[in-house]
Structure formats: structure tokens, C-alpha cells
């Protein structure tokens, strides 16, 4: 059976839930803040689009979900504020694999508004949700009908479980003292799976926007995103000790 048609975090909000164990998520996402916030506003100053279609890959359930999703349209919000524009009406594509608790999310969405009502008054808005089921490392949406992907603590999850792991002893994933064989059996998984993810990804966005070769060209994916590997560990592994 499939990797992904079998993972999923634990729904719900029990003591064992996402939802209640996601902390260090919430933390990268406040940590990596500015850079979504400077990404997601250049895009606005640049484009202004009437209707703003936004993707949250990997977005799980739980308290995260909507607040990188809320973090990212107050962003847009308080420019278009600035600059007197009517506000975009916003599309928010929440993705993940089949076997999340999208019904979780979409019970707090009642929430969501009421609190996005409060905080940017009646000129903001609207937000419409959509649940999209299904594996980053495939097409999820139409061609040229994303204006922004986003994504938090997810594109480390790899398709399938590397090939040349025997030597990986007493370790079921890739630690300090795994071997350079299984290092490198990571890596070249890793390069596939983020490569397919970037071409679904290029496919995807809208054509025109102030990034719009970006992810062919960017000098961090230029390796095969081997560098992005290096700093996701580097930033991941002192939070999990
Ligand atoms: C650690 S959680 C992060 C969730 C959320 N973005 C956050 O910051 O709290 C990683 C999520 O990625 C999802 N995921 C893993 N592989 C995926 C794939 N191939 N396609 C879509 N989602 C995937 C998992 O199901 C999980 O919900």
C-alpha cells in the first residue's frame, strides 16, 4: 500500500491529537513569519488580484492550520489597508493526505471568520475554504490557478521509504550516526520527491507574478534543493533533542 494513503497525524483534539502536539510546528511557522509575510506581500503590491487563491500544503489539523492561514491574510490585509484598495476575496485551498481529519478544520472555520471579523472589520474578506485531498508529490489543482503556495514542517515527509537503508542499523530514520550510504539514499529520495513537487508546483501557479520563474531558478533549489535539505535538518534536529 501507498506511503500516503496509510499516514496521517492524529485528528481530533484528544490528548494524542495534532492538535495538542504541535508546538514546535506552531513555533517554525512564527519563526518563518517574516519571510511568508514579505513573500505573500510583494505578491500583492506586485499583481493586486481581485481574487486571491492561496494553498496550504500539509496544513494538517489543529490549531496550526489556521493560523499560518490567518498570519498570511492579515499580511495582505494590512497593505491593501495602507494603500486604500477593496480588499481581494481570498480562496484557501487546505491540503493534505486523504487520512486527515479535514472535518476538524472545517468545524473551527466558524471560528475562524468570527475572529478574522473582530480583528479586520467588515471591509475584509470574503474567505472561502476548500479541502483538496491528495499527495504534494502529484498535481492537486488546475494549471495557472495558485497565486501563492505555502507550505510549513511538511515537504520533509518523502513519498516512499528510500531504497539501500540495510546498513541503517537499529535506526528507523536517518540519524547522527547513520552512514554516508544511507544519507545519500535520503538525499536522492528527497531530490525526487522535491523536484516533482516544484514541476506540480510550476504548473500550478498563476504565470506572471513578481516570482514567477522562481522556482526554476532560485539558487537554493539549484542542487536539487540538496542545501535545502542540509538547513531543514540543521533547524529541525536542535528542537528535537
Ligand atoms: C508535521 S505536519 C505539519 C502540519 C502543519 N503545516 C503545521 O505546521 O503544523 C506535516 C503534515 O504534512 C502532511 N503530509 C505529509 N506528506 C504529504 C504529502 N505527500 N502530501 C500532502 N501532505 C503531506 C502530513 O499528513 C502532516 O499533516
Redesign the pocket.
Known amino acids: 500500500m501507498e506511503v ?1 494513503q496509510v ?3 492524529n485528528g481530533g483534539r484528544g490528548e494524542k491529537s ?1 492538535a495538542q502536539n ?1 508546538s514546535i ?2 513555533k ?2 512564527s519563526m518563518t513569519k517574516p519571510i511568508a509575510k514579505e513573500a505573500i506581500t510583494n505578491l500583492y503590491r506586485n499583481t493586486f488580484p481581485a481574487s486571491l487563491a492561496i494553498a ?5 489539523s ?1 490549531p ?2 489556521l493560523f ?1 492561514v490567518s498570519e498570511l491574510v492579515k499580511a495582505v490585509d494590512e497593505v491593501r489597508r495602507k494603500l486604500g484598495h477593496q480588499s481581494p476575496e481570498y480562496q484557501v485551498l487546505l ?3 486523504p487520512g ?1 481529519d479535514f472535518n476538524a478544520i472545517f468545524k473551527s472555520l466558524a471560528g475562524f471568520h468570527e475572529d478574522m471579523r473582530k480583528q479586520m472589520g467588515d471591509g475584509f474578506g470574503p474567505c472561502f475554504f476548500t479541502g483538496v485531498p ?4 502529484g498535481r492537486l489543482f488546475q494549471r495557472k490557478s495558485l497565486h501563492f503556495v505555502y507550505s ?3 515537504l520533509m ?1 518523502l ?1 516512499q521509504v528510500p531504497e539501500g537503508l540495510e546498513d541503517n542499523k537499529g535506526s528507523i530514520c536517518m540519524v547522527g550516526t547513520s552512514p554516508p550510504s544511507v544519507v545519500k539514499a535520503y538525499y536522492r529520495q528527497f531530490q525526487t520527491d522535491f523536484s516533482l513537487f516544484l514541476k506540480c508546483r510550476s504548473e500550478e501557479l498563476v504565470a506572471g507574478g513578481p516570482h514567477d520563474d522562481e522556482v526554476h531558478q532560485s539558487e537554493a533549489f539549484k542542487d536539487g534543493g540538496y542545501n535545502v535539505a542540509k538547513s531543514l535538518r540543521a533547524v529541525a534536529e536542535p528542537m528535537l533533542r
Open positions: 500516503c499516514l496521517h497525524m495534532y504541535s510546528q506552531r517554525v511557522i496550504d500544503l500539509g496544513c494538517s489543529g496550526n492550520t499560518a491540503n493534505d493526505l486527515k491528495g499527495s504534494f508529490h510549513s514542517y511538511s515527509w513519498s
